[in-house]
C-alpha cells in the first residue's frame, strides 16, 4: 500500500532538535543527568516511606504514589528520547507511539488527581489537626489512590484513542520529543475541531478544575496558618505546605500552557520547551524539594545512614574479635 494514501502510518519521526545536532548533544547530557537523579530521588522517597516507621502517615503514603507516577511517566518517555537524541534515527513504531501517548497521557492524568487528593491532605492536617487521624484513616487513603489510577485511566481512554484515528499528514514528523496529544494534533491534516474540543475539556477536568480546588485549599489553609500562636508551628506549616505548592506550580502551569490551546502559536513553538520541562525538570526537582525542605525526610535519611554506620561498627567489632 502506497504510504501516501495510508492514513494510518507503519510509525512516526519525532523531529525534536534534529535541526541542531550540537544542541541535541548537549540535551543528551543534560537530560541524562535529570533522569539519573530522577530515579536515585524518587526510589529513596519510596524506600525510606516503606523502611522508617516514621515515615508512615498518609503524607507520605501519597509522596510514595507521586514518586512512583513520576518514575513511570520519565521511563515511559525519556529513554526513548535519550535514544533519538544520541544517534540519527528518529523513527517510533505506530504501535509504539500509540503506547507512549495512552501511558504517558493516563500518568499525567492521574498526576493532576494525586495533587489534589496531596493539598486535600494538607487542607485537613492543617484546619483539621483533632479530626486528622480519624478522617485520613487507611482505607480512606487507598480509596483516594484508587480514584487517582481509575481518573488516570479514564483520562487517556477518553483522549487517547481518537488522537490515533487522526487522518494524520503524509510526511508523519511530530514536531515534538514525544508523542502527546498537541503534537499529534498539529501533524492531522483533516478537520481536529472535535478533537480541540475533546481535549480542552479533558484538560480543564483534569488541570483547571484540580488547579482552582488546590488554590481554594491554600487559601483556607493560609487563614489556619496565620491563626496558629507559636512561631514554630507557623514555620513547619509553611514548609510542608509551601513545597507541595511549588511543585504544583511547576507541573499545573507547563501543562495548561501546551494542553489549553494545543494548535496556538505559542503552543507550537515554546511546546517543545515546555515538554522537556515537565518530562524531564519537574519530575527530578519533585524529590529534591520534598527532601531538602522537609525535615521529617532528612531525620530518615540520618537514621537510614546510622544504623547502616551501626551495623557496618558491629560487623567490624565481631571480626576483630
Request: overall charge neutral.
Amino acid at each position: 500500500m502506497d504510504m501516501d494514501n495510508d492514513t494510518t502510518p507503519h510509525g512516526f519521526i519525532l523531529l525534536g532538535f534534529s535541526d541542531n545536532p550540537r544542541l541535541e548533544i548537549i540535551l543528551f547530557m543534560v537530560v541524562s543527568i535529570f533522569y539519573m537523579i530522577t530515579l536515585v530521588g524518587n526510589i529513596t522517597i519510596i524506600f525510606l516511606s516503606h523502611t522508617d516507621s516514621h515515615l508512615h502517615t498518609p503524607m507520605y503514603f501519597f509522596l510514595t504514589q507521586l514518586s512512583f507516577l513520576d518514575l513511570c511517566f520519565t521511563t515511559s518517555c525519556i529513554p526513548q528520547m535519550l535514544v533519538h537524541l544520541w544517534g540519527p534515527d528518529k523513527t517510533i513504531s505506530y504501535l509504539g507511539c500509540a503506547a507512549q501517548l495512552y501511558i504517558f497521557l493516563g500518568l499525567g492524568a492521574a498526576e493532576c488527581i494525586l495533587l489534589l487528593v496531596m493539598a486535600f491532605d494538607r487542607y485537613v492536617a492543617v484546619c483539621r489537626p483533632l479530626h486528622y487521624a480519624v478522617i485520613m484513616h487507611p482505607k480512606l487513603c487507598q480509596k483516594l489512590v484508587l480514584f487517582v489510577w481509575v481518573s488516570g485511566i479514564f483520562g487517556t481512554l477518553v483522549q487517547s484513542p481518537t488522537t490515533m484515528k487522526l487522518p494524520f499528514c503524509h510526511h508523519h514528523q511530530v514536531d515534538d520529543f514525544v508523542c502527546e496529544v498537541p503534537a499529534l494534533i498539529r501533524l492531522a491534516c483533516g478537520d481536529t475541531l472535535i478533537n480541540e474540543l475533546q481535549i480542552s475539556v479533558i484538560a480543564g477536568i483534569f488541570l483547571m478544575v484540580p488547579l482552582l480546588l488546590i488554590l481554594g485549599s491554600y487559601g483556607r489553609i493560609t487563614q489556619a496558618v496565620l491563626a496558629i500562636q507559636s512561631q514554630e508551628g507557623r514555620s513547619k506549616a509553611f514548609r510542608t505546605c509551601s513545597s507541595h505548592l511549588v511543585v504544583v506550580f511547576l507541573f499545573y502551569c507547563s501543562g495548561t500552557a501546551v494542553y489549553i490551546q494545543p494548535r496556538s502559536r505559542f503552543s507550537q513553538k515554546g511546546g517543545k520547551f515546555l515538554t522537556l520541562f515537565y518530562t524531564v525538570v519537574t519530575p527530578t526537582l519533585n524529590p529534591l524539594i520534598y527532601t531538602l525542605r522537609n525535615k521529617d525526610v532528612k531525620e530518615a535519611i540520618k537514621r537510614l545512614f546510622g544504623k547502616d554506620r551501626m551495623a557496618s561498627g558491629e560487623y567490624g567489632a565481631h571480626t576483630s574479635g
